[in-house]
Nanobody
């Protein structure tokens, strides 16, 4: 069974730092793009950061300069380093990955983790 498991969420004060991790496991042929999304109370789920298989990145305007996404292909893991956390960063953070699950025929599917909660207090 293919799955994504997030870790690293927690409770901290504004201005602090946190590092999230997400590891993919199972019968995976290859992993294409990986990313982090978040959903705050009363808001829609939004893209936070995304990284391609070659290392190209994109960020939401709200986190540019504060968050950094990276990946370790050998470990099938993606990370999100979050610095200078603000109250508005409070949300459930979800890991996402586009993975090739079959080759006959070739088929890529979107996978989601169950989420990890980040709570920023004043």
């Amino acid at each position: 069974q293919v799955q994504l498991v997030e870790s690293g969420g927690g409770l901290l004060q504004a201005g602090g730092s946190l590092r999230l991790s997400c590891a993919a496991s199972g019968s995976i042929f290859s992993i294409n793009a990986m990313g982090w999304y978040r959903q705050a109370p009363g808001k829609q789920r939004e893209l936070v950061a995304r990284i391609s298989s070659s290392g190209s990145t994109i960020y939401a305007d709200s986190v540019k300069g504060r968050f950094t996404i990276s990946r370790d292909n050998a470990k099938n893991t993606v990370y999100l380093q979050m610095n200078g956390l603000k109250l508005e960063d409070t949300a459930v953070y979800y890991c996402n990955a586009i993975m090739v699950v079959t080759t006959t025929p070739a088929l890529s599917r979107n996978y989601w983790g169950k989420g990890t909660l980040v709570t920023v207090s004043s």
